[in-house]
């Protein structure tokens, strides 16, 4: 059976009658959680079955932003509070290969819990570059400001998820470290010349090009497209993230619903098709825009059929591992590091 190109939440812990009525017959690709979504281990799960009955596919992907630190959707009393990306970079300042080890034992332990739940992709890892003067949106998020150490941690972090079984989606490409403000609330513009975002920006995406999936940046880089975010720009998503950075996987835009983007909903939908994003993401569970995104995406077909049918391939059956023994040895390695 066909879906559309995009993703799409829900309102609460459960699915409403309506939001079951839209599933089943606009067939989104995949569905993503937030906290309104998350109550317990049992409740979670059965929404995510509810979602896989409603578009009559057991194995639709369900994703959710597990990072550690300010961005985690499960926490306690139920789950665990896992480090911020940050946190490896300052280990592997000290020694890199504790540093690796920390990031990839971390993943496999996020990735360990979604298994329990059934979702089955995690919006990480993040290979942003931060700098001087920019938002705090990505702050402690981030791994690092030299491209290759974050590029280095981000493909631990992808190795942990890949061995819990779980789907990675590299974030923001082709960076938001630089951004000025916060693409919830407005449209960043980045007007750094073109060498130096392919020096740092773009070149710690590029060791990452092979990862399944990834999501743009709601971010201009005024030298090369003056006037369009990334998500929206078809420049910059064939110059630079096909081209200059090389990533084939599947492209998903960040949510359609944040105030960087400008228009409708409807008109934005439309514009992340057209610039050449495989799948648009819309977050908030509002059903009125959920609408709108259904009715301005295509079903999925040729070259983002087969990217999509590739991300879900690559993804590989949970390694068996001893859960205790492995937060024991994470939180040693991090009690090492701030010792």
Not at 13 to 21: A, D, G, M
Not at 171 to 192: E, S, Y
Not at 209 to 234: C, G, R
Request: with cysteine; charged share 25%; net charge negative.
């Amino acid at each position: 059976m066909s879906t559309r190109a995009f993703i799409t939440g829900a309102s609460g812990l459960s699915l409403t009658t309506e939001e079951r009525e839209f599933l089943r017959a606009e067939r989104p690709w995949g569905f993503i959680l937030f906290k309104r979504n998350i109550d317990d281990p049992l409740q979670v799960a059965r929404l995510v079955q509810e979602f896989r009955e409603a578009v009559e596919d057991g194995d639709a992907p369900v994703l959710i932003d597990q990072e550690g630190g300010r961005v985690q959707r499960l926490g306690p009393p139920h789950w665990s509070v896992y480090p911020a990306g940050a946190t490896f970079g300052a280990l592997y300042d000290r020694d890199q290969a504790a540093g690796l080890k920390a990031a990839r034992l971390s993943a496999q332990l996020i990735a360990a819990d979604l298994a329990d739940l059934g979702i089955t992709v995690d919006c990480l890892p993040l290979a942003d570059v931060p700098v001087p003067g920019a938002d705090a949106v990505i702050g402690d998020r981030a791994y690092g400001t030299d491209p290759h150490k974050v590029a280095s941690i981000a493909r631990a972090v992808t190795e942990g998820l890949e061995q819990g079984g779980v789907l990675p989606v590299l974030k923001h490409i082709p960076g938001h470290g630089r951004a000025t403000a916060d693409t919830h609330h407005r449209l960043p513009v980045v007007d750094t010349l073109k060498d130096e975002l392919e020096a740092v920006d773009f070149a710690a995406f590029r060791p990452l090009s092979d990862l399944p999936m990834a999501m743009t940046a709601h971010v201009v880089f005024s030298a090369i497209d003056a006037t369009q975010p990334a998500t929206t720009s078809a420049t910059i998503i064939e110059q630079v993230i096909r081209g200059s950075i090389g990533f084939q996987g599947l492209l998903m835009s960040d949510d359609v619903s944040m105030n960087a983007l400008s228009g409708s909903i409807a008109q934005r939908t439309r514009a992340i098709v057209a610039a050449g994003c495989d799948m648009v993401l819309h977050c908030n569970g509002r059903l009125d825009e959920m609408r709108q995104v259904a009715s301005e995406t295509p079903e999925l077909s040729g070259a983002a059929l087969d990217r999509a049918r590739r991300a879900l391939a690559a993804r590989k059956p949970p390694q068996p591992f001893d859960r205790e023994a492995a937060w024991a040895e994470l939180d040693a390695l991090i009690g090492a590091a701030s010792a």
